[in-house]
Every structure is written in C-alpha cells, then in structure tokens.
C-alpha cells in the first residue's frame, strides 16, 4: 500500500530525488565509489557545495545581493546561539510565537538583553501577534516565520529599522517572498528542503563583525563563509540531497509553482475542517499555516475510529505534538495533492458514518 507521509519532520522527500540519492549511496558519478565514502575536499564534493550554496540563493532570489548561503551542522538549535553569538551586543528583540521561538529566547539571553516585543503564549500560541511596535535601538528582531507545533504562519513581516532574522525551519522554498527584506535566514533541512543532518543559514555579509566578544571558530558565520562552508567536514549526504531537492525544486517551476500548488493543497483541507462538523481547526484562521494544518475532533469518542481509518488508508504521521494534541497533517513541497485528498476522504467517511 502507498503511503502518505504527513510526518512534520524528518518529513517527505520528492520520490525522484530519493532514487538519485540512493544510487549515488552505491555510487556517485561513475567514480566507483560511494557519495558517503568520498573526501569532502574532492572536487566532486566541491561542486556539490557550490552548487547548492549557489542553487539555495537563485531560488530566493538573492544572488548578487551582498548574501551568503552556508550549509552547517547543529540544526536550528544551534543556529539559536550562534545568530546571538555573531549578532547581539547590547539588546535584541524576539517576537514569541511558539516552542521554536522560547528556545532562541533562551539561547539569547546568555549574550545579552533580550526583550519579548510580542508574545501569544495567553492562547498556547494559536495565533500570531499583530500591533506591536519595534524599538529602533535593537541589535536585530527575530522571529519564526511558521510554527509546526501550533500551526500558524507570518502573513505580513514587520517594518523595521533594525536587521530582521528569521528561523524559516518549516516553510523555507513553500511560498514566495522578498526574501531580501531578511538581513539572516536560517533553516533545518529536515522540515521541506532535504533530510536531517544539514543546516541552510543564509546571512547578509555586511551584517557580521560587529559584536566585541571572541567567537569561537566554529560558531563564526564569518569563519564558515571564508571557509566555503567547508571550515568542517560537511554533512555531505545531507548537503547533497539538499542539491537534489532544489534542483527538483527549480524544476518545478521554483518557489512561486509550489506556492500555488501548496495553496491548494491547504484550502482543500482547511475547507473539509470548516465544513466537517467533526473536526475544528486549532490555529486563528487569519493566521493558519499552509505548511502545518492543526485540528482536532469535536467528538473525542471517535478518536478510535478515525485512527484506525486513517492508518488503514495509508495514511502516516498524523499524531498532533503532544503541547497541542490532536492532528497534524505537514504539507510540505513533496507532498503530493493525491495524498491531501486521500485525508480528505477519510475525514468525509467519518462524517458519514459517524
């Protein structure tokens, strides 16, 4: 039976990108040897790295505009300490919108002041901020442009006056921006661009140099950027599914084809939700993500019978995170229509019998 994977990460990998990957496990470009047994320092790794750095900055439509793009290791996590690390000298400002946004808060306060302009925690998240005003004496503002937990999205970013930074962890690539509104963006590949292990960090060089502490060498975007992303060994398998996803990616017709087709994807679900009188959306409606739909049943007794239904269907990954319970469907790039409408289905079905 086909599956259809709504995990929200490590999430879906396009089928065509996970059959490269496999044969370049056995063997890459005719070398007789493996991708994961290869130096790094081999020209044909080389040219992965630069393709995909160079790659990762034609889709957001930001080479030639004074941008780096840098593959790291240590997921968003890290990225949480090293934007304070390379950035925060005084004060900066974070905009708290979820579990993701709590941890960076965290991490940052270990550098400097850091002030919460706005906050959702009084609803456990479920909306986004709005009215806020932003000081112009901060070192940067952060923020998560979408929240997989709870299931909500930035439509409209801030104006500001101070460099904006932002965790694009779960829809980097899903919808078109001006990307060059952001002085940093950083991403976990896991989520919509490749698997686990490699980070997309991509930083406005003029924006670096200029804190006063000693960063160590590791946790030094400048470091990482005179290196070429290959200050370390990479994590090259993960580096090159990432080429292969965006080369996927652009084959489709880049950022604004998967908008249009993610936006389907989303008003096909979020209708059934609002028409379903079993089921309720958990996230606002004028800020649901189009990347993590978070539902719940309206009749807890049917919770067995919708779970045996679902997974009967083929269906994987569904389970909401445990902070917010319920469903969780991720509509990632990969993630075909055919699968949302499989969804769909099952939920009609319950309605029906239920």
Do not use: C
Not at 204 to 220: A, H
Not at 267 to 276: A, C, F, G, K, P
């Amino acid at each position: 039976m086909k599956k259809h994977n709504f995990s929200a990460g490590p999430s879906i990998l396009p089928q065509e990108v996970m059959k490269k990957a496999a044969e370049a496990v056995l063997e890459f470009n005719g070398m007789g040897l493996s991708l994961l047994e290869i130096s790094h320092r081999s020209p044909q790794f080389v040219e992965v790295m630069e393709r995909a750095r160079s790659l990762a900055l034609e889709l957001l439509g930001l080479e030639g505009k004074g941008y780096q793009a840098l593959f790291l290791q240590g997921g968003a996590s890290l990225e949480f300490l090293m934007v304070a690390y390379n950035l925060l000298e005084n004060k900066a400002g974070y905009l708290n919108t979820g579990t993701w946004s709590e941890k960076a808060i965290k991490e940052a306060r270990l550098f400097g002041s850091v002030v919460e302009i706005a906050s959702s925690k009084d609803e456990n998240f479920r909306y986004i901020p709005k009215g806020f005003s932003v000081p112009n004496d901060l070192d940067y503002l952060h923020l998560t442009t979408n929240n997989t937990i709870f299931g909500t999205q930035f439509r409209e970013f801030p104006n500001t006056r101070v460099p904006l930074v932002a965790d694009m962890s779960s829809d980097i690539f899903s919808r078109k921006l001006d990307f060059s509104r952001f002085d940093l963006i950083y991403a976990g590949a896991q989520k919509n661009m490749g698997p686990a292990g490699t980070t997309l960090v991509v930083v406005r060089e003029d924006l670096l140099g200029g804190v006063s502490r000693k960063i160590p060498s590791m946790l030094d975007y400048q470091v990482h950027i005179a290196k070429e992303s290959m200050y370390n060994t990479p994590a090259v398998f993960a580096v090159y599914v990432s080429l292969l996803t965006l080369e996927w990616l652009k084959s489709q017709g880049g950022i604004s084809a998967m908008e249009a087709i993610n936006e389907k994807k989303a008003r096909l679900l979020y209708s059934e939700i609002d028409l379903n009188p079993l089921f309720q959306g958990y996230a606002a409606e004028e800020d649901r993500s189009q990347m993590n739909v978070t539902f719940n049943l309206t009749e807890p007794s049917l919770k067995e019978a919708f779970d045996r239904m679902w997974k009967e269907a083929g269906i994987s990954g569904l389970n909401g995170h445990r902070s917010v319970g319920g469903y969780r469907a991720s509509l990632y790039n990969a993630l075909p229509m055919e699968s949302v409408g499989v969804l769909v289905d099952v939920m009609s079905d319950l309605e029906r019998k239920g």
